[in-house]
């Protein structure tokens, strides 16, 4: 079993849905989740980070942590053709030796005009 | 503001070639790291420089060997490129190495070895 699981996709969405994103880990020792966005062809970008369990707000952009289940989810609400992309899931158990990102293979996400 | 800068974009190499990928970073930062990204797999850490003048392996640093040249760059070399090594090569820096400081990415070298 890979440290970090996300399903690829591809997810297509009419503009306007509210898009679920999600990723499951199996190392409880996970603290920092951060979510990626990557453009085609191009270097992925920070979107989102949250330390430890709970939710962020930033937009129309929640991240949520649940380490009980070991599972995050970003959601988009009025998702928007500009979001069209890969999103990747990144998380890391802290500094020193674990300080390195595991990420995900990334969800391919599509929105339709 | 350039960020991550990697040369070059596009490479084909031939079996057994080699060849160095180049990263230089204007922000300062002490932290640089080389990925690859193949489908399928996400992105996978070959080396990192925790700080200049210290290198360690990542996740798949076989066929690979780094250089931190200075604080700004960070090398890649292949000494013997395999078809296994296509993929796309993505350096990344940050500010340090630590698990709650943002990665900010290059723009990738897409490399195919025949």
């Known amino acids: 079993q890979k440290e970090v699981e996300q399903d690829p996709g591809p997810l297509s969405v009419p503009e306007g849905a509210i898009v679920s994103l999600n990723c499951t880990y199996s190392?409880?020792?996970?603290?920092?989740f951060m979510w990626y966005r990557q453009y085609s062809r191009k270097g992925p970008e920070l979107l989102m980070y949250t330390y430890s369990s709970g939710n962020k707000e930033d937009g129309r952009f929640t991240a949520q942590v649940d380490k009980s289940s070991k599972y995050i989810s970003l959601f988009i609400r009025d998702s928007q053709p500009s979001d069209s992309a890969t999103y990747l899931c990144a998380m890391s158990a802290g500094g020193g030796s674990q300080g390195n990102l595991i990420f995900g293979k990334g969800t391919k996400l599509s929105v339709k005009p | 503001n350039a960020g991550v800068t990697q040369t070059p974009k596009f490479q084909v190499l031939k079996t057994g070639q080699s060849m160095t990928l180049q990263c230089a970073q204007d922000?300062?930062?002490?932290?640089m790291y080389w990925y690859r990204q193949d489908p399928g797999m996400g992105l996978r850490l070959i080396y990192y420089s925790a700080s200049e003048g210290t290198t360690d392996k990542g996740e798949v640093p076989n066929g690979y060997n780094v250089s931190r040249l200075n604080k700004r760059e960070f090398s890649l070399r292949l000494e013997s490129a395999a078809p296994s090594q296509t993929s796309v090569y993505f350096c990344?820096?940050?500010?340090?190495?630590?698990?709650?400081?943002?990665?900010?990415f290059g723009q990738g070298t897409r490399l195919t070895v025949v």
């Open positions: 190392n409880s020792a996970f603290q920092y």
């Open positions: 922000m300062n930062h002490n932290s």
């Open positions: 990344a820096s940050s500010a340090y190495r630590g698990a709650n400081t943002e990665a900010f």
